[in-house]
């Protein structure tokens, strides 16, 4: 049976204009720039530059009427569209006068250069070898199992069979095994090893033999596993050495190379240079916030397309034709038109996101000491800003500001509370550079395990678990004491 009711539902739908906001706020600088140049390209209506009579109020950026309208496919009834809404004067907008709070960011030209690549580069190497056509076909296809480190890691067999199915050549581990020591003969020296140990005797052989260096090969080829693991009592009694020998051998272990293709010069890897999003400065005590001026571009609606309006409007005898044009004439005014009116809400939003962070930590960016970092979450600067936590989020997750005491991360900013000896909260940032401090100034000798450093950071007024000490450890990329050891 079948029925027909009514039924009132409350439902949040994002329009299109918000989504567009939030994903131009969560864009870095670079990133923002890519996106403006895609926009200008998809809509001619869009032009950058200062032109003084071509420009738009910024009162014609509220427009009422439903995004969908135009993008949805529907026809538009071009008798009610109101001309003069799409036709300009001679009044500056508002936001093309905003100079203030943006720092002045020159257009440089950076020169790039055509490097090598490291395959390339151990392809060349190779060229210097006499081979015949199956031995140079077997060293091209090892050169290119080479992986950016440096490193084969697949087995022999597995390089015979996939050369077979892959390439057709026919070949058995003996040949293979023959061609991967011309391939240790190639620089930088460890190259094509398959293991850390192979790539550490290989950089060994190729140096000048001598006490220390005889011994250090004799540990790494059959003593590898006391070595790594910093067991240098049995070193000492299987060796019967001094303190002062084995010191020198590690010493020379310690100046090899683990990843010998990651340090190759010629790697043509991109490289990702971060563009600070903002910048703080200290003015005579005092805190100065700019947003980069690449984030504030200089748009304004196509004149060409406002003349075309014009016409319309002048025009007595309206075709078919021209109805058509001007339809798709005001979806492309109205696209440009939201989206400056996006980019200045862009800018608005970054820069009191940012400016409500700088006074949040202002004690740390007078003094640029880490231990001042106050606990801060999204919350705290979404109350302060009136702002979704989520807003906040994106503005710091990929953002970098220039403080006069480095490039920074945002979002390294912000961290959880924790109790001190006194009830304060402090922050984790500030307990973590203590218990970096704590390691750094141990005796390496006899490194201090976490039990010894959740006493010593209790005396300073940070109780905490022993277990919360080696979680910080870790996350700071510090290893255990055993590991830390030096003889």
Known sequence: MLKQNLQFKLSQKLSPQQIQLMKLIQLPTLAFEQRLLEEMNENPALESGKEEDDLYEKDEFDNNEDYDDYEGGESIETDDINIDEYLSNDDTPDYKLQTNNYSEEEERENPFASPVSFHQDLINQLNTFILDDIDRDIAEFLVGSIDDMGYIRRSVQDIVDDMAFTQGIYTDEANVERMLHVIHELEPSGVGARNLQECLLLQLKHK?????????????ENQFEAFTKKHYDKLLQKYGISQEQLKKTIH????????????????????ENIVPDFAIRINDGELELSLNGRNAPSLHVSKDYQEMMQTYKESRDKSNSQKEAVQFIKQKLDSAKWFIDAIKQRQETLFVTMNAIMHFQQEYFLDGEETSLKPMILKDIADMVGLDISTVSRVANSKYVDTPYGTKLIKEFFSEAMKNDQGEDVSTLEIK??????????????????????????????????????????QLDIPVARMRKKI
């Open 252 to 271: 020379e272990i310690e100046k090899l190379n683990p990843k010998p293709g990651g340090s190759f010069t010629g790697n043509n890897k991109v490289t």
């Open 208 to 220: 000048t033999p001598n006490q220390d260096i005889a011994l250090a090969m004799d540990i790494i």
């Open 433 to 474: 550079k203590i218990l970096q401090n704590v390691i750094e100034e141990e005796d390496k000798h006899k490194p201090l395990p976490d039990d010894q450093l959740a006493d010593i950071l209790k005396e300073k007024g940070y109780p905490i678990a022993r277990r919360t000490i080696a979680k910080y450890r870790e």
